[in-house]
């Protein structure tokens, strides 16, 4: 989809990723809503925004995700100002084992509101336009990152939800397309958490075996993360793909023939964007 006009919804926007797939999109002509439960670094960046891109293009809210009033408020307030949505990225999420209930609120259980909400507004039975939700999932959620089982399970789930979500709603014609983006590390301050006891609880012994990761994986910045998302916002089609980023390789990933392929006769195994909508 072509950035340019559009307006966008990003969540955990205040820092981070969050911060980095918003100023992308500002460069690229879109206005945003920036969803923050962080009030003081979200007015910051806010301020910040507001010199280089001018105050019209940007919406600070502070929302604490796992707050469905929070939440549907937002996405109000974001149509209110700017009258529609186009693009929706959900990508608030914490690293926290030992409050596992809390990481599963806000990594799964959040994103899979935010995007029921996301096709709402869009879905084109409700009078919406269409549109795109690109969900941020990891690496964790093709593999096991083994530090962090919860976070693992969370990632998987938002890999799993997008891609069957995705076949549901082209099945039925809701012209809104999913897509996933599964980063390896990246220098951001979630990071920090995985050394700390306070979040990694009975899981902070293997701290060495998450800097051998880092060793074999490598460490993404935010620019070229980034970059990775504005792709996936601007290719056309591929409903339903996850796209994977290391700092050697960005790629889309193939799964296994899935049950949908199967039922429909295709012969070859679920690749990505293999649908054309
Ligand atoms: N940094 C990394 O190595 C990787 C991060 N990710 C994912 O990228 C996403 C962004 O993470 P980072 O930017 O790295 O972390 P970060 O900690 O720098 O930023 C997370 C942002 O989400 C916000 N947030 C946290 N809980 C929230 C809630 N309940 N409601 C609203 N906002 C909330 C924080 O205030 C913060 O601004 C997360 O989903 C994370 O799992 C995925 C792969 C690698
Ligand atoms: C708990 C803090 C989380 C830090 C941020 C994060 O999500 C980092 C993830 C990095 C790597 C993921 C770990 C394991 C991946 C394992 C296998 C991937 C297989 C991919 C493939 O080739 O299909």
Redesign the pocket.
């Known amino acids: 989809m072509a950035v340019n006009g559009k307006i966008a919804l990003v969540t955990g926007a205040a820092q981070g990723l969050g911060r980095g797939f918003c100023e992308i999109l500002l460069k690229n002509g879109a206005k945003v809503a920036l969803l923050d439960v962080n009030k003081e670094v979200g007015n910051d960046l806010k301020a910040s925004l507001d010199k280089e891109f001018g105050p019209d293009h940007t919406l600070f809210l502070t929302c604490d995700v796992t707050s469905e009033d929070q939440l549907s408020d937002a996405y109000q307030k974001t149509l209110e100002k700017f009258g529609k949505i186009d693009i929706v990225c959900n990508n608030a999420?914490i690293?926290n084992?030992r409050d596992w209930e809390k990481a599963v609120a806000v990594n799964l259980v959040a994103v899979v509101r935010s995007t029921y909400l996301a096709l709402q507004h869009m879905k084109k039975q409700n009078g919406g336009q269409g549109g795109l939700i690109v969900n941020i999932a990891?690496?964790?959620g093709?593999?096991?990152?083994l530090?962090?089982p919860v976070?693992?399970a969370t990632?998987h789930g938002v890999v799993g939800f997008s891609r069957a979500l995705a076949e549901a709603s082209e099945a039925c014609d809701f012209g809104v397309r999913l897509k996933v983006l599964?980063?390896?590390?990246?220098r951001t301050a979630?990071?920090s958490?995985?050394s700390s006891e306070e979040?990694?609880g009975l899981f902070s012994c293997l701290h060495g075996f998450t800097e051998q990761?880092i060793g074999m994986?490598g460490m993404l910045e935010v620019p070229q993360v980034a970059e990775a998302f504005l792709q996936l916002v601007v290719e056309e089609g591929k409903n339903g793909s996850v796209l994977?980023v290391t700092p050697e390789i960005t790629s889309y990933?193939e799964f296994p023939k899935s049950p949908t392929d199967v039922l429909s006769g295709n012969p070859s195994p679920s690749a990505p964007g293999s649908s054309p909508q």
């Open positions: 999420g690293a084992e990891s690496m964790a093709l593999g096991p990152l530090t962090s976070y693992t990632k599964c980063p390896t590390f990246v979630i990071i958490t995985l979040y990694m990761m994986f994977m990933v």
